[in-house]
């Protein structure tokens, strides 16, 4: 597979790493202890562990 035509520098493929490694975790910990107890945040409206995550990587592509 050629990907040359992409800008793979140090940085995006760390950043990518880290995202793929955070979703692969947290699938992992769902398998093992599923659910994670909803909590009410900020927003006032009750969230999982996976809501929290996906609210995160949301907000930092905004950002």
Do not use: H, K
């Not at 990907?3 to 979703?23: E, G, N």
């Not at 945040?41 to 809501?51: I, K, P, Q």
């Amino acid at each position: 597979m050629d990907l040359s035509w992409m800008a793979w520098t140090l940085p995006t493929a760390v950043f990518f790493l880290t995202i793929a490694s955070l979703l692969t975790l947290m699938t992992l910990w769902e398998f093992i202890s599923p659910g994670g107890a909803p909590r009410t945040g900020v927003l006032r409206f009750e969230t999982t562990r996976g809501d929290r995550l996906f609210v995160s990587l949301l907000g930092s592509a905004f950002i």
